[in-house]
T-cell receptor
Framework: SQLAEENSWALSVHEGESVTVNCSYK?????LQWYRQKSGKGPAQLIL?????REKRNGRLRATLDTSSQSSSLSITATRCEDTAVYFC??????????FGAGTRLKVIA | EAAVTQSPRSKVAVTGGKVTLSCHQT?????MYWYRQDTGHGLRLIHY???????EKGDIPDGYKASRPSQENFSLILELASLSQTAVYFC????????????FGPGTRLLVL
């Protein structure tokens, strides 16, 4: 079983709408990262949130972390077509051996 | 912006052949990683290194070797390629302790026939 996983396989929204991607994990962590991977490219980190933080923002992106329920969310407001990508969460159990979820495929429709 | 490059970008190999994937980073990062990504799945850690001339096993090391001859270069070696090793391979680097951002290369698409 996966130690980190996003809770939706795929989502689609219309441009301008907001969307939330959720992630759950099964081990104790020191940090959780959200990545975006566009087609044919390597993943790019969006937000890193440490275990003692509850929320982190980066422009239109907002990540939350709930260590009691072992879950995280990534919200994107005012979505754009260029936000179309696969979004991954990755957890760090403290040994820098990151565990990635399978990803949520987001499509933003014009 | 950290720069990580990979070569080749794509490769077709025969079953039982030897394959070497190369990764180069220009930012003097301590940590380097090799991941594989299978269609529809997340990344899985194969090998990593935190210093030149030393490598560590990740979560799925079987069938793979790694080599880090210098700070900048990290190779992944498939001594006897198998069909199950068809995947996209990503290299990443990370500055060091306390710096958690990984910078990924563009990937190498490997097809084993």
């Amino acid at each position: 079983s996966q130690l980190a996983e996003e809770n939706s396989w795929a989502l689609s929204v219309h441009e301008g709408e907001s969307v939330t991607v959720n992630c759950s994990y099964k081990t104790s962590i020191t940090a959780l990262q959200w990545y975006r991977q566009k087609s044919g490219k390597g993943p790019a980190q969006l937000i890193l949130i440490r275990s003692n933080e509850r929320e982190k923002r980066n422009g239109r992106l907002r990540a939350t972390l709930d260590t009691s329920s072992q879950s995280s969310s990534l919200s994107i407001t005012a979505t754009r077509c260029e936000d179309t990508a696969v979004y991954f969460c990755a957890t760090d159990p403290g040994n820098y051996k990151y565990v990635f979820g399978a990803g949520t495929r987001l499509k933003v429709i014009a | 912006e950290a720069a990580v490059t990979q070569s080749p970008r794509s490769k077709v190999a025969v079953t039982g052949g030897k394959v070497t994937l190369s990764c180069h980073q220009t930012n003097n990062h301590d940590y380097m990683y090799w991941y594989r990504q299978d269609t529809g799945h997340g990344l899985r850690l194969i090998h990593y290194s935190y210093v030149a001339d030393s490598t560590e096993k990740g979560d799925i090391p079987d069938g793979y070797k790694a080599s880090r001859p210098s700070q900048e270069n990290f190779s992944l070696i498939l001594e006897l390629a198998s069909l199950s090793q068809t995947a996209v391979y990503f290299c990443a680097s990370r500055p060091g302790l306390g710096e958690d951002t990984q910078y990924f290369g563009p990937g190498t698409r490997l097809l084993v026939l």
